[in-house]
């Protein structure tokens, strides 16, 4: 059966993407967007088109369908994968021209008292979890792709594996979140045991090391630390395999205890990790260990945290705090009819008489 080239320039894709190792979730992602720009300019091949027809698009996603300026530039950033590296033809106008801007938000921040409250609505692998992004300043992704060789309890500290921009790093493993560890990891045995036992047992290994060491994909070592309750088919293979608990699940679980929390905020996984650098500086921590323990490239990604903290580098203090501390001014009070006070002989005056700077009508 003959395929479209609609979905030969899919297949095309997909085996770059994996060629160059991208992740999975970004291999779906580039190929919908490609999918879609296709669809939006009814079938046409995109070696036929170019900058106005990118355009067009980015402003359909803009106008009509209201995106989110990270949304239209991954849509961007999946189209000029398309034609730079799958279709080999260069975009010949300025990608900053097109590019939208995203506005820079304050990271949500809890309070120590919040932290605990949100865990204290949480119970099982989930609350585990939890505890790990506050305590480590994990990532969702991170937390739910920990496997048993990247837990080390000896050192007390955590290996984070091909992280955010394909790099390693070490952070600190909580000692008050052990004990619930390694209790829980005696059930991820038991299930592993089991899952060997039914013919199954196999994970997920990067860069064919499954080929490189034979076996290796069934050895408790390379477990995922959190895996998933059903067994599930590989995508990419087609083998039964037991993955990790997705990231969606997760999040839900820290929303739903949110709520129960009754708290004034938007709380989220990541929420944890803001948490976590933010009470690590205003704990004295010098802010280069904050960088290097969340895997921040540079000094100034981490820098944001500093502009939530109850003290920051300039101690300063608000003129409110600072008039309540010392008291109101008494000549100011003397001088302003209808502040301060009010005295039996005055209270008849300050009925008829409006504060000053006010107007009466």
């Not at 009509?64 to 033809?89: C, D, G, I, P, W």
């Not at 290996?159 to 921009?165: E, I, L, Q, S, T």
């Not at 280069?288 to 502009?307: A, F, N, S």
Request: with cysteine.
């Amino acid at each position: 059966m003959q395929t479209s080239p609609l979905e030969r320039i899919v297949e095309q894709t997909r085996t770059i993407l994996r060629r160059r190792h991208y992740a999975f979730k970004t291999e779906k992602s580039y190929v919908a967007w490609i999918r879609r720009f296709i669809i939006f300019h009814r079938q046409r091949h995109p070696v036929h088109m170019g900058r106005p027809e990118i355009e067009a698009y980015l402003n359909h996603l803009a106008v009509r369908e209201r995106v989110s300026a990270s949304t239209q530039n991954q849509a961007l950033n999946a189209l000029l994968f398309l034609y730079k590296v799958v279709l080999e033809k260069p975009v010949e106008f300025p990608i900053d021209s097109v590019r939208a801007r995203r506005t820079k938000h304050v990271p949500t921040v809890l309070a120590r008292e919040e932290v605990q409250q949100v865990l204290g609505c949480m119970s099982g692998r989930y609350k585990l979890m939890a505890q790990l992004m506050y305590g480590s300043g994990l990532r969702a992704m991170e937390c739910t792709r920990l496997r048993i060789k990247d837990l080390d309890f000896a050192h007390r500290q955590i290996v984070v594996r091909d992280a955010k921009g394909g790099k390693d790093r070490y952070t600190i493993l909580p000692e008050s979140a052990i004990p619930a560890l390694q209790e829980h990891l005696i059930w991820v045995r038991q299930l592993h045991t089991e899952d060997l036992r039914q013919g199954y047992g196999r994970t997920y290994l990067p860069y064919a090391l499954d080929r490189k060491y034979p076996g290796a994909d069934q050895e408790w070592i390379w477990q995922y630390a959190f895996p998933s309750r059903r067994l599930a088919v590989d995508p990419r293979t087609a083998v039964v395999r037991r993955h990790h608990i997705s990231p969606s699940t997760l999040q839900s679980a820290v929303h739903e205890a949110a709520k129960l929390a009754k708290l004034q905020k938007r709380v989220s996984c990541h929420t944890f990790r803001h948490s976590f650098a933010t009470h690590l500086l205003e704990a004295g921590y010098d802010i280069r260990t904050v960088q290097e323990l969340l895997g921040h490239k540079d000094v100034k990604t981490t820098m944001i945290y500093t502009h939530v903290l109850n003290r920051g580098g300039l101690a300063v203090r608000s003129p409110l705090d600072a008039a309540a501390r010392t008291g109101p001014d008494r000549s100011l009070r003397e001088r302003s009819a209808g502040w301060g006070t009010v005295t039996k002989d005055r209270k008849k005056d300050l009925l008829v008489r409006p504060a000053p700077g006010l107007a009466v009508g």
